[in-house]
């Protein structure tokens, strides 16, 4: 392919992702849209639908340039949370607002912005480098990300795998900047356990409460059992497991009526130092302490995992030290993603733009960070690419 000259606009792209209203499973077109910019980049577009069976389908997207030598890969998702309360938003937060150089919408920071600046960033690199780069460039595009997580990237991964496409390396979007563009990628993740315990008694009169056994009472010493003392203390690269409860319901149409049944959902980070099986067992330890009838449900949606430093972690570093003068915190903080599927097959790293604003009313992304997170991809890729 000879080189062209580079037309993307990141922050106008973004624009135009943002204005797919692509609320988690739902795609309307934000992937098709995708795949249209790329193929005119030179890509290799693949649309990948999956629907586990009691699931929605899912669209996902696999792109690649170039078909031999190494594969950089880029991942990311089109899928966003719901806008929430519409009047509480200074713009429609579907139309991809641009106003004194700043981008507001449902996306803006997780994480449309950062699919665009890499699709501009490759396009940038194709338009010195050509086609023939020694190499090939892919993204991994999943519209499953914000929810269950069943029929995107892992999927896709799987589906590579068969065929025997191998991924060498790979960035994930996220938006890991803390407070300034640069300042921090994540190179693990800590584990994420949920649990519904459900408490069970006998209903009676709140007067007479020697006839009844309060579901509610026995939920509360449950509870304060698993938050009263720290799970642990942490690790060497990891902060220390943490366990909230997420809500609380009983449910009771009478304030004199004793429960016969109470119910929370609590959620554990969880460090290296444990397995979701092994936090699993620690969680029933202490609810047996207390005793009486109770249901536990857990799923975990993924365990802790590391991936030393090495050339993607040192490489991107020295990309934004050179785009933004600033030296990045390597850090496992913070929520799940799609690596934790990703590092099973190739080193990754995440990176993105500041993360402050995502999912909240009036989201957002400075012009200047979109354009220089576009120039840091782009200088990562070249020293990805460097003599090849």
């Not at 056994?213 to 938050?227: E, G, K, S």
Request: glycine share 10%.
């Amino acid at each position: 392919m000879a080189a062209t000259a580079a037309t993307i606009d990141p922050t106008a792209l973004t624009s135009e992702l943002v204005r797919f209203p692509s609320v988690t499973p739902k795609d309307e077109g934000a992937i098709a849209h995708l795949a249209r910019v790329l193929e005119r980049v030179g890509f290799a577009c693949e649309v990948l639908e999956f629907a586990e069976p009691g699931t929605e389908r899912v669209l996902n997207l696999y792109a690649r340039l170039g078909k031999s030598g190494r594969n950089l890969c880029f991942a990311g998702h089109t899928d966003v949370v719901p806008a929430g309360n519409l009047a509480n938003w200074s713009v429609d937060p579907f139309a991809g607002s641009v106003k004194d150089g700043v981008l507001v919408g449902r996306g803006a920071a997780d994480m449309k912005s950062a699919i665009a600046c890499f699709v501009a960033a490759a396009e940038r690199f194709v338009a010195v480098r050509g086609g023939d780069f020694g190499g090939s460039i892919s993204l991994l595009i999943t519209g499953d990300e914000e929810a269950v997580a069943i029929n995107g990237t892992r999927k896709v991964l799987e589906t590579l795998a068969r065929r025997g496409e191998k991924l060498d390396a790979c960035i994930v979007g996220e938006p890991t900047s803390r407070k300034t563009l640069g300042d921090m990628i994540k190179i693990g993740r800590r584990g994420s356990l949920n649990g519904t315990l459900t408490a069970f008694g006998v209903q009676g009169h709140t007067a007479y409460p020697h006839f009844a056994d309060n579901a509610a009472h026995r939920l509360i010493r449950m509870l304060d059992t698993l938050t009263r003392e720290p799970i642990d203390d942490g690790s060497a690269k990891f902060e220390p497991s943490n366990l909230q409860v997420a809500t609380i319901d009983v449910g009771n149409p009478a304030a004199n009526i004793i429960p016969d049944r109470a119910q929370a959902v609590f959620n554990i980070r969880f460090n290296d130092r444990w397995t979701g099986k092994a936090m699993e067992s620690w969680v029933r330890e202490r609810l047996n302490r207390i005793g009486g009838k109770y249901e536990l449900a857990i799923q975990v949606s993924g365990e802790s995992f590391l991936v030393p430093p090495g050339e993607v972690s040192e490489k991107l570093t020295r990309a934004i030290e050179g785009v933004t003068g600033r030296r990045p915190e390597l850090s496992t903080g913070g929520g799940t993603s799609d690596a934790r599927f990703i590092q099973r097959y190739c080193p990754v790293a995440e990176f993105g733009l500041v993360g402050e604003t995502a999912h909240k009313v009036n989201e957002r992304a400075a012009v200047s960070d979109i354009e220089a997170l576009t120039r840091i991809y782009l200088a990562f890729i070249e020293l990805y690419f460097a003599g090849r």
